[in-house]
C-alpha cells in the first residue's frame, strides 16, 4: 500500500510543478503522461508494464518524429517595433502581407523615443526573419525592428535585429 501512496504523491507533485508553466508543443504533454502512467504502474508494482509501456510510448514518439507529425508548417515570430505613435494600424497592415496570422501582444508609449509595438505573428511560407524584418524596416519612423523565431515546443528562442 506505501507503493501505490508513492506513486500518487509523486504523481501530484509532478502536476503541481510542471503544469505552472505553459506547455507549448503536444509532445511535452506526451511525456508527462507517459511518466504519470509509468509511476501509477511502477507503484502499483507492474514493472513489466511499465517498462513495455515506456519502450511502446518512445518507439512510438521516434516515429512521429522521423515524420514530422504534429511539427508547425509555418514559423511564428515575435516581432519588436519601436517607431511613432499611432502608427499602429500601418505596421499591423505591413505585417498582413507577410504573415498569415497578427496577433498584437502590447503597446507601450514612451514620451522622448515613441512608441514601442509587440505583435505574435504565423509568416506564410517561404518568409524568414530577414523578410520580416525587411517588410517592417521600410515604414518611415521606425528606429527599432527586432524579431526572434518562437520555437515551439523547443524552449529556445533565435533573434535577428
Same mark, same amino acid.
Given at each position: ?19 505552472r @508553466? ?15 502512467a @509509468?509511476?501509477?504502474a511502477i ?18 514518439l521516434?516515429?512521429?518524429e522521423?515524420?514530422k ?12 517595433? @519601436? ?6 494600424? %500601418? ?19 514612451v ?11 504565423v509568416?506564410r511560407g ?18 527599432d ?14 533573434e535577428? %535585429?
Open positions: 500500500m506505501t507503493g501505490q501512496a508513492l506513486a500518487f504523491a509523486l504523481v501530484g507533485l509532478l502536476g503541481l510543478i510542471r503544469f @508553466t505553459v506547455v507549448r508543443d503536444t509532445r511535452e504533454f506526451t511525456f508527462i503522461f507517459l511518466s504519470i @509509468t509511476g501509477v507503484g502499483s508494482d507492474q514493472f513489466v508494464a511499465a517498462f513495455a509501456g515506456c519502450i511502446l510510448i518512445l518507439a512510438l521516434v516515429l512521429l522521423a515524420f507529425f504534429g511539427s508547425p508548417r509555418a514559423p511564428s515570430f515575435k516581432v519588436k517595433i @519601436t517607431g511613432t505613435p499611432g502608427a499602429f494600424a %500601418e505596421y499591423r497592415a505591413k505585417l498582413s502581407e507577410v504573415a498569415d496570422r497578427v496577433e498584437p501582444v502590447s503597446i507601450r508609449n514620451p522622448d523615443r515613441g512608441a514601442t509595438y509587440v505583435f505574435e505573428l509568416a517561404g518568409q524568414d526573419l530577414a523578410s520580416v524584418t525587411a517588410a517592417i524596416q521600410g515604414i518611415a519612423g521606425t528606429t525592428v527586432s524579431v526572434a523565431a518562437l520555437q515551439r515546443g523547443k524552449g529556445s528562442e533565435m535577428a %535585429e
